[in-house]
């Protein structure tokens, strides 16, 4: 039976990217009425065809059938796991959010409560310029998961963009501490200090990273010091520097 399910799961993609829609719909239903969508075990393969499909609606199919592959899951008129009935609550919702319908997508992911769901609110809020909840929510994201250094990451970029420098700050100090060896981490943290106007402290981050002939930011960074320091000739050999590298 769950070889006849990867099947679905492999039509349905075969003829979606062959640009036949309707057929590939046909596998996309057989797909979702199929047993291997719904389990217990969350570690069985069949999580990740989930997201597969679940991926590929979103970002190839209209609204009209979104809702109809995602609804019967979310109103729950079939039985499925937990995860995956929060996963096709925030594929839809991502859907929405794309569609314009910021409202419907805030209402799905509300209750979900997981650094996922956080960051999609994040960039939901994001786009319904409500500075201060996107804000909270990638807080809330960070704080979810403070073991995930890319999460970390995320969060200081959007308190930097913001303009919530010290957060920003704390954020990717956590970030550089779980993968200390992370240069793209100290670089912004180099840019997160001279927003803070701690020009020294970033200085020797700059310097430090700039050993690496790759390294383009560092050496931007310089440059902006040397601005800052009204020394327009080496501001001027350090972008330069920047170019010749390319």
């Known amino acids: 039976k769950e070889e006849f399910d990867l099947k679905n799961w492999a039509l349905a993609l075969y003829y979606s990217k062959n640009g036949k829609k309707n057929k590939a719909k046909e596998y996309f239903v057989k797909y979702l009425k199929s047993e291997s969508v719904y389990f217990n075990d969350t570690n069985r393969f069949s999580v ?63 209750d979900i409560n997981n650094a996922c769901s956080y960051q999609a609110l994040g960039a939901l809020y994001s786009k319904m310029e409500i500075t201060n909840k996107a804000l909270d929510s990638y807080k809330l994201a960070g704080d979810d998961r403070p073991n995930d250094d890319n999460i970390q990451f995320i969060v200081a970029l959007n308190c930097f963009k913001y303009g919530d420098y010290e957060c920003s700050l704390k954020y990717i100090d956590n970030a550089i501490k779980l993968r200390p060896d992370a240069e793209v981490y100290k670089e912004f943290k180099g840019f997160i200090l001279l927003a803070l106007n701690q020009i020294n402290d970033a200085k020797n981050i700059f310097e430090r990273l700039k050993i690496n002939k790759k390294a383009f930011l560092p050496k931007t960074g310089l440059g902006h010091i040397e601005i800052l320091n009204k020394d327009y000739d080496k501001a001027r050999e350090l972008f330069l520097l920047c170019i010749d590298e390319m």
């Open 48 to 110: 990740w065809l989930f997201h597969d499909v679940s991926t590929h609606i979103v970002n190839n199919y209209d609204l009209e059938f979104a809702e109809e592959f995602f609804l019967p899951i979310i109103d729950k008129k079939i039985v499925v796991d937990d995860l995956i009935y929060r996963e096709a609550k925030q594929y839809l919702s991502r859907k929405y959010r794309d569609e314009g319908k910021y409202r419907e997508a805030e209402n799905l992911i509300l």
